[in-house]
């Protein structure tokens, strides 16, 4: 069974950064696509990044292009999400994903974790 555990949210100011770590158990890092999802307040998830197995080149979305990077290290089952400036925008809770990418964006098939609360101050 797939699981997914999130960790390194907090409360940050405008222009700040953190880096979300996923704890990932019970897959294979080669065979399936990793990403990371968040959740406003009131909003729909939504994808924020994902990696595709044999893919060099992780997307993004739009809002959060040359801020966000992602990042796996297979050696530990970890995948990461570091943040940099930070906006208030980017306030929710975080997601990791595990699944497949299609062109109209990332299909998580795994039980979703208990996300971690990402707080942006202006």
């Known amino acids: 069974e797939v699981q997914l555990v999130e960790s390194g949210g907090g409360l940050v100011q405008a222009g700040g950064s953190l880096r979300l770590s996923c704890a990932a158990s019970g897959f294979t890092f080669d065979v399936y696509a990793i990403g990371w999802f968040r959740q406003a307040p009131g909003k729909e998830r939504e994808g924020v990044s994902c990696?595709?197995?044999?893919?060099?080149?992780?997307v993004y979305a739009d809002s959060v292009k040359g801020r966000f990077a992602i990042s796996v290290d297979k050696s530990k089952n970890m995948v990461y999400l570091q943040m940099n400036s930070l906006k208030p925008e980017d306030t929710a809770v975080y997601y990791c994903a595990v699944g497949t990418v299609f062109s109209t964006g990332m299909l998580n098939l795994a039980p979703w974790g208990r996300g971690t609360q990402v707080t942006v101050s202006s």
């Open positions: 990696f595709s197995s044999g893919d060099s080149s992780p």
